[in-house]
Nanobody
């Protein structure tokens, strides 16, 4: 049984930092691309980042480029999202997902949720 579990969310002031973690169990971690997504109240879910299975390619949404960094640790079957210089508009539920094949077009697709294994999310709230 595949389980994807996010952690590390919380309340932080604008300009602060948080590191999210996502642990995937029950799958061969090396075989999966990993993505971070977020959904703010009243908005659609959007892709934040996607990292290839070998970490050679990492993609970011324009809104987080230069502030967020996604990495993966194969020994721990864990994906990370380091979030710096946080803004109130980064407030959302953050989700981690594992999928096969390539990042594109999955992580920017409006129906990305139809594919792969998803966690339950971790809340990030940035106060102004």
């Amino acid at each position: 049984q595949v389980q994807v579990v996010e952690s590390g969310g919380g309340l932080v002031q604008a300009g602060g930092s948080l590191r999210l973690s996502c642990t995937a169990a029950g799958l061969t971690f090396d075989d999966y691309i990993m993505g971070w997504f977020r959904q703010a109240p009243g908005k659609e879910r959007e892709g934040v980042s996607c990292i290839s299975w070998d970490s050679r390619s990492t993609y970011y949404a324009d809104s987080v480029k230069g502030r967020f960094t996604s990495t993966r640790d194969h020994a721990k079957n864990t994906l990370y999202l380091q979030m710096n210089s946080l803004k109130p508009e980064d407030t959302a539920m953050y989700y981690c997902a594992a999928a096969r094949f390539s990042c594109y077009p999955w992580w920017v697709s409006s129906n990305a949720r139809d594919r792969g294994y998803w966690g339950q999310g971790t809340q990030v709230t940035v106060s102004s």
